[in-house]
């Protein structure tokens, strides 16, 4: 079996408490993984002069995926080489529910689907600035019925949807449908009513790519009919594909379906490599406390693992969990019950190295 390199970030706050003992768990399951640690921050500031140093960027790029803790800054840099530098362009956020998640719906039962993001391009390009900047362009608005530069003092930001980024994204889910053998569908949402020219493009290029996959079920949604949908009738998703800053919201508008960002496991991807991490924040209210939910950041490694053709191995800690959570023995506090990180880690690796 082949040795694979990870390069891992523990993260801000309260995150180290829950990467740490879940890179322990997959080393004392003797994987065929060397983590390594680039140093990151403040502390890389101090010691080298930058918040993310070449020798760390070298870490990342000779290792073969990375396992990120969340950051409240001062990873941020390394974070944005992971996504724009090595061109992750799909971030994947799985949304599942299984007994035990504490979900606010009175049926969850049969939720299961997972989002496509667009991860590098729309309004988080960052083109951003005065509205008198664009005064000599001689912009006219449609909607607003006047010209940008009577408009006032004011910003703009630029949405920008490329056809090779919508491409590569759409095509991506696809793909991924293919793979999950579910309900073999892709839904694509965006504003395309609104935003013809560059939410429309959005769709037009999904209907472009949807002809490749004859085999794939294709539908389309206004976003806003698609969050109405999301919300009643969750279960008949599968994949979903949309742009940058939609995908953004409603991953997390997802994760509240089935009982919390806690429990939301993400990955990116690009061509030629991957990241993983947990979707929620570094949670600096509970930093110490030993109470923060580990489940989103073992689902995470889950992802990461598959990535590395490690499957079963994956299989076995997502089983785990799974179990921990029907038998609603080691239920964590934001999910109801009083267990702490640590109980949590103990039991899980119980079953792991007990089946």
Known sequence: MSQFNVAVFLGDDASPEVMKPTVALLERMQLPIDFVYP?????????????????????????????????????????????????????????????????????????????????????????????????????????????????????????????AGSERVIRFAFELARKREKQRKVTLTSKYNMLAKADGYFRDIGFEVAKDYPDIAFETFIVDDFLCRMISRPEALDVVVMPNLYGDIMSDGAAGLIGGLGLAPSGCYGDAYAYFESAHGTAPDIQGQNIINPTATL???????????????AKRIDQGISQLYAALQWIPKDQGGTASTEQIFKALEDIIMTH
């Open 39 to 163: 140093t990151v921050g403040s502390v890389a500031l101090e010691s080298e002069g930058s918040r993310f140093p070449e020798a760390s960027k070298n870490q990342v790029d000779r290792a073969d995926a990375t396992f990120f803790g969340s950051t409240s800054g001062d990873s941020t840099e390394a974070l944005f080489y992971l996504r724009w530098g090595k061109q992750t362009f799909a971030n994947v956020r799985p949304c599942l529910w299984r007994p035990g998640f504490r979900s606010p719906l009175a049926n969850p039962d049969g939720i299961d689907f997972t989002i496509v993001r667009e991860n590098l391009e729309d309004l988080y390009l960052g083109l951003e600035g005065d509205l008198e900047d664009l005064s000599a362009l001689n912009l006219y608005s449609r909607h607003a019925r006047a010209n940008v530069k009577d408009l006032g003092p004011g910003r703009y930001a630029i949405k920008a949807i490329t056809e």
């Open 299 to 313: 689902l995470s490694a889950c992802m990461m693992l598959d990535y590395l053709g490690l499957g079963d191995q």
